[in-house]
């Protein structure tokens, strides 16, 4: 017989709700401006930042760099340091929007993650539909959830591809005095373990529909 | 399923009905159904004794073990 749902689950649900709603229109969003930024010009000055890159007239990307030490000395007379360095240095590069593969596969990456994200959020929705009708424990939401796994993991992949394609760009186009670009492929080591985490639950609720079942037809 | 419930040949042997058998055992006719129908996947002691004891008889007569199809 079915449990009723939480008020947490009805409350999740609807804010999954939301985040599919905004992402639905972040990709309407994206769609509109990848057709219109060919045409723009001075007076439709676009910018569309979304997470770290923009489609548009100008661009924000990802960088890596190093400071020159030489060049920017970093001290501090009152505790006695003379010299100091900035390691492990990222910021965000703004510059007007070049036309070619650059745009183009910045698109591509910004449209994948959209449509992997949009798509984990749908299955987490479907998860939390169950859970609110008291029915969890279904074959469906094993599967949902494993898919969420895998979109979390391959969202922090390609997230991580398009982080040091921009940084790879960056090094290879841009000089600045005193600065050095440099890139990397860094992927965090904590959304492949939530990734983990998720498949772990996976396998938790496709052993607990097999229970379900099991007590549903003992007789 | 390897174990095969006889519910059906009892019954016509008994003259009874499935919905009568449900109603002295104290059980729903949908369980019952799943009985008869060896979609089960396991049985209570506690079934199998309310069973033995309206249909008369013991729990080797109720049970019976086939090769899987």
């Given at each position: 017989m079915g449990r009723k749902g939480t008020g947490a689950a009805t409350a999740v649900s609807w804010v999954l709700g939301i985040a599919r709603g905004l992402l639905t229109l972040a990709l309407v969003l994206l769609a509109f401006f990848t057709v219109v930024a060919p045409f723009g010009n001075d007076r439709l000055d676009m910018e569309v930042d979304a997470a770290f890159v923009a489609i548009g007239t100008r661009m924000t990307v990802p960088v890596r760099f190093y400071v020159d030490t030489d060049a920017h000395r970093i001290t501090a007379p009152s505790i006695g340091v003379e010299r100091g360095e900035l390691i492990d240095t990222h910021g965000s590069l703004r510059f007007p929007a070049p036309q070619g593969y650059f745009r183009f596969v910045n698109t591509a990456f910004l449209t994948a993650l959209l449509l992997l994200a949009l798509w984990g959020v749908r299955q987490l929705h479907a998860v939390f539909a169950t859970l609110r009708q008291g029915?969890?424990?279904?074959?469906a939401n094993a599967r949902r959830l494993r898919l969420v796994a895998g979109a979390v993991i391959g969202g922090e992949v390609l997230g991580a591809a398009m982080v040091a394609f921009n940084q790879y760009y960056a090094k290879a186009h841009f000089t600045a005095t005193g600065l050095l670009f440099d890139w990397s492929f860094n992927i965090d080591f904590f959304a492949i373990v939530l990734g983990l985490i998720i498949l772990a639950i996976a396998e938790v609720f496709a052993a607990g529909t097999r229970l379900d079942e099991d007590q549903a037809l003992t007789i | 399923m390897a174990i095969r419930v006889k519910l059906d040949y009892l019954l016509l042997d008994r003259q009874m009905t499935l919905t009568e058998l449900a109603e002295k055992v104290g059980m729903t006719l949908a369980n019952l159904s799943i009985l008869k129908t060896n979609k089960a996947r396991a049985i209570r002691f506690s079934t199998l004794d309310a069973l033995c004891r309206e249909l008369k008889c013991q729990p080797g007569e109720l049970l019976e073990w086939t090769k899987e199809v």
């Open positions: 029915q969890p424990f279904v074959h | -």
